[in-house]
């Protein structure tokens, strides 16, 4: 194929995302089939993306350990994506068919079980199989990387060749009763699916949709593959020792001899960009589903919140101490917000350290404390009470936060000793006096 590996490469990433943006909400879902569908198809795309970088324009054995795990992918691979469209079908005919209201969770525990048999047993039952007929190790081509060897015999078309084809048989039986069943029960078909929370009719189609079409693009490929290998070569069984003869050997293919073969450059690269092509249309069919939108809209407002992002503006939380200070902007408008928090008074180990008591005369009790609190060059008194006759002290320049205006009571101005302490300062009155002021200015 005239055309640079870094296209093959750049497809294989971009389907390897396309194949797993959808599988999170099937997960919750527990659609066996098209996890299992996504898995398989993730992991081959996985493989030949990196096939593909590693074995650029290199034909050397650059990684067996690697080539051994990867050769097992495509052998399991060519097996997996028929058997996950065979567990679709199969449980899609079971729900067009079955008249019970409800199922049971032994039911429902029997049918995961017989799915993770069809989607993962019987493609790794083929992997154990190709053992048989694996004439050497693996082989290594030029711009593709690792392939599985196989030793062409009739035993080869039995065991191996023969399991795509009849898989997607059975799979177009069920199919094709599915349909039937369908159309025999259409009125009764939403009240088929009620007892299945998370199968609903616009799904149900999508699956029956992908199945179908797997099924009728797998049954011409594998007959047209199994004819390809047969025009390659046939070889006799003779023994398991001649099979196995040389095991460890590893051929090296250069680009430029199995691009001189058609029939082999066609089994290549129709491989490689089969895996991509089931991939986009499977994304074609859930990719664009209301459920997928709807997760996409999630997905977008969990990343906007994690960034601080939001449609209607932005909040910002600032401050030290007891006191906080938000400040909310939207179009360019800044707001300034103080919280304050409750205080109770309390008398603790505090008091009795700087020993406020003896400041006035002694035998008599406090009722009232006023409360200053600092934000810098800001200071908010406290706030309840009555007012009391007060004048007006100079403010001190506005700060950032705002302006705020300074109110004294008579007793304040010209008796009242003040005692700082850390960041906290208590002013005391005598009880006759005592008047709490209140002042909103600084309020919002």
């Known amino acids: ?7 093959y490469t750049t497809f294989s990433l971009f389907s ?3 194949v797993i943006i959808p599988l999170p909400w099937h997960l919750e879902a527990w659609n066996t089939g098209t996890c299992c569908f996504m898995l398989w198809a993730a992991a081959l795309n996985l493989n030949f993306f990196v096939n593909s970088i590693v074995w650029n324009g290199q034909v050397l054995n650059f990684a067996p350990v690697w080539c051994d795990i990867s050769t ?6 060519n097996v997996a994506l028929p058997a996950c469209s065979l567990c679709i079908n199969r449980r899609l005919y079971h729900i067009a068919t079955t008249n019970a209201v409800t199922v049971t969770r032994a039911e429902k525990r029997r049918a995961i079980i017989a799915d993770f048999a069809i989607c993962m047993g019987i493609p790794f039952l083929n992997m154990i199989l190709h053992y048989i007929v694996q004439g050497h190790r693996f082989d290594i081509f030029e711009d593709i990387g690792c392939w599985p060897s196989t030793y062409v015999t009739w035993v080869t078309f039995v065991l191996i060749f023969s399991w795509p084809l009849a898989i997607a048989v059975v799979s177009g039986v069920y199919s094709v009763l599915t349909l039937i069943s369908f159309n025999k029960r259409r009125r009764q078909f939403k009240e088929l699916l009620s007892r299945n929370n998370n199968l609903n009719p616009n799904r149900y189609l999508r699956l029956m949709c992908l199945a179908s079409v797997d099924v009728v693009f797998t049954i011409p490929v594998s007959i047209w593959s199994m004819a390809n290998n047969v025009r390659l070569g046939v070889h006799p069984w003779v023994s398991w020792e001649v099979t196995h003869l040389k095991f460890s050997n590893v051929r090296l293919i250069p680009a430029l001899l199995w691009k001189a073969d058609p029939v082999q450059s066609i089994n290549l690269e129709f491989t490689r960009w089969a895996i991509i ?3 986009i249309l499977f994304f074609m069919f859930f990719g664009f589903a209301d459920e997928a939108r709807k997760n996409y809209r999630a997905a977008v407002s969990s990343v906007q919140k994690r960034v601080g992002y939001t449609s209607t503006g932005s909040m910002t939380l600032t401050g030290t101490g007891t006191g906080k200070s938000m400040t909310s902007s939207s179009n360019s408008t800044t707001m300034p917000v103080f919280v304050r928090r409750e205080t109770h008074r309390k008398r603790d180990s505090l008091e009795s350290f700087t020993d406020v008591a003896s400041v006035r005369s002694e035998g008599r009790d406090f009722r009232e ?7 810098g060059t800001l200071s908010l008194s406290d706030v309840g009470g009555t007012l009391a006759d007060t004048q007006s002290c100079p403010s001190s320049p506005a700060s950032s936060f705002g302006s705020a205006s300074c109110i004294e009571s008579q007793y304040d101005k010209d008796e009242q000793p003040d005692i700082e302490i850390s960041s906290l300062r208590y002013s005391i009155a005598p009880p006759e006096a005592a008047h709490l002021t209140k002042d909103t200015s600084g309020m919002v």
């Open 1 to 7: 194929m005239a055309y640079p590996n870094e296209v």
């Open 16 to 18: 390897l995302i396309l």
């Open 72 to 77: 097992v992918i495509i052998v399991g691979t």
């Open 277 to 279: 092509a089931c991939s």
């Open 369 to 375: 404390k006023q409360f200053d609190q600092s934000f």
